[in-house]
C-alpha cells in the first residue's frame, strides 16, 4: 500500500520541482549536500495531516531564483528563498492529496511554516505514516514525508 | 484596453510569479495591485479601479473562497472576472467557485493557460492576434 503513495508522492513532488523550480531529477549518485532546512504543512478537513519536507540548503536559493526568473548573481533576501521553498511545499501537498484522499473531500490547507530543527515534530507520532520520497535534484536533495489521520476514522466520525 | 489587476496570494513569490506570467502574455497592463489574503484583497478593491481578479484559495485570514463570495454580494463588484490559481483538488469545492463565476487554473500553470483565459474572460488580448 504504502509504495503505491512513495511513487505517486514522488512523481508529483519531480513535476512540481521541474514545472515551478525549473529543478531537474539528476542520478542519486550526484554529490550534494545532505538535506538539513525543512518545513511543513498541515492540512484539515474530513481527516487531518502534514507534509514535511526536508532540502538540502541550495535547493532555497535555485529554487528562488528560478521560480523568480532571476539572474544566478541577483541579490535574494532569504524570505524569498523560505517564501519560494514554502510555495513547493504548498504545491506538492495540494496536488498530493486529492491522489491520497479522492477529489471530492475538501481540505483546508493552512500556510507552510519553516521548521527550526530538522527532525519531525512529535506531534506527528500520532498519525499515520502514507508516503515518502526522495529525489537528487541538481540544486540538492529533496525529502518529502506525508502523513494522515486514519481515513477510516474520519469516515467513522 | 489596459487591464488593472489584482493579484491576491499568502506567497510573495507566487505573486511575483504570477505578475511575471502577465507581463510575458504580451497583454497591454494598467495597474498591478497585490494582497496577501481575502480581507486585503477586498480592501484594495475597495481602494482601486480593477478589471481582472487572480486569487489564491488557501490563505490565512480570509480565503479567497470568502472573498469571492464577498465580492459577489457587492453590486460594484460583482461582475468582475475572477481566476482562481490554486493547488486545489477537491472538485467539490472548485465547482462550488466557478458557481460564483470563477474560473479555475490549477498549480503549476504555464503561461499560456492564463494568458487564454484572461482573453476569453475580457477579450483582452484578441484584437492584438487579429
Redesign the interface.
Given at each position: 500500500m504504502s509504495n503505491q503513495y512513495d511513487q505517486i508522492l514522488s512523481d508529483v513532488a519531480r513535476?512540481?520541482m521541474e514545472?515551478?523550480a525549473f529543478l531537474i531529477e539528476m542520478p542519486d549518485d550526484e554529490p550534494c549536500q545532505q538535506p538539513s532546512v525543512s518545513a511543513m504543512i498541515r492540512f484539515t478537513g474530513p481527516f487531518n495531516g502534514v507534509m514535511f519536507i526536508k532540502a538540502s540548503p541550495e535547493i532555497l536559493q535555485v529554487a528562488?531564483v528560478n521560480?523568480?526568473?532571476m539572474m544566478d548573481d541577483e541579490e535574494i533576501s532569504s524570505?524569498?528563498c523560505q517564501?519560494?521553498f514554502?510555495?513547493l511545499l504548498?504545491?506538492i501537498?495540494?496536488?498530493f492529496?486529492?491522489?491520497y484522499a479522492g477529489?471530492?473531500?475538501?481540505?483546508?490547507?493552512?500556510?507552510a511554516e519553516m521548521l527550526d530543527c530538522a527532525d519531525l515534530p512529535a506531534e506527528f507520532e500520532s498519525l499515520e505514516l502514507i508516503a515518502n520520497a526522495k529525489l537528487t535534484l541538481d540544486a540538492g536533495k529533496v525529502e518529502l514525508v506525508f502523513f494522515a489521520a486514519s481515513k477510516e476514522l474520519a469516515n467513522a466520525g | 484596453m489596459s487591464l488593472n489587476v489584482l493579484v491576491v496570494d499568502d506567497s510573495a513569490v507566487m505573486r511575483s510569479m504570477i505578475i511575471k506570467t502577465l507581463d510575458m502574455t504580451g497583454m497591454e497592463l494598467g495597474e498591478i495591485h497585490e494582497a496577501s489574503d481575502g480581507q486585503q484583497g477586498l480592501d484594495m478593491l475597495e481602494e482601486h479601479w480593477v478589471d481582472l481578479v487572480l486569487a489564491d484559495i488557501n490563505m490565512p485570514g480570509m480565503n479567497g473562497q470568502e472573498m469571492i463570495e464577498k465580492i459577489r454580494e457587492n453590486p460594484h463588484w460583482e461582475a468582475v472576472p475572477i481566476i482562481v490559481v490554486s493547488t486545489e483538488g477537491s472538485e467539490t469545492r472548485i465547482e462550488a467557485l466557478r458557481q460564483l463565476g470563477a474560473k479555475f487554473i490549477h498549480k503549476p500553470f504555464n503561461p499560456s493557460q492564463i494568458r487564454k483565459m484572461i482573453q476569453d474572460m475580457t477579450g483582452v488580448g484578441y484584437e492584438q492576434s487579429i
Open positions: 513535476k512540481a514545472s515551478l528562488a521560480m523568480l526568473g524570505q524569498f517564501d519560494a514554502k510555495e504548498n504545491v501537498c495540494g496536488n492529496l486529492p491522489e477529489n471530492e473531500l475538501v481540505f483546508d490547507v493552512a500556510p | -
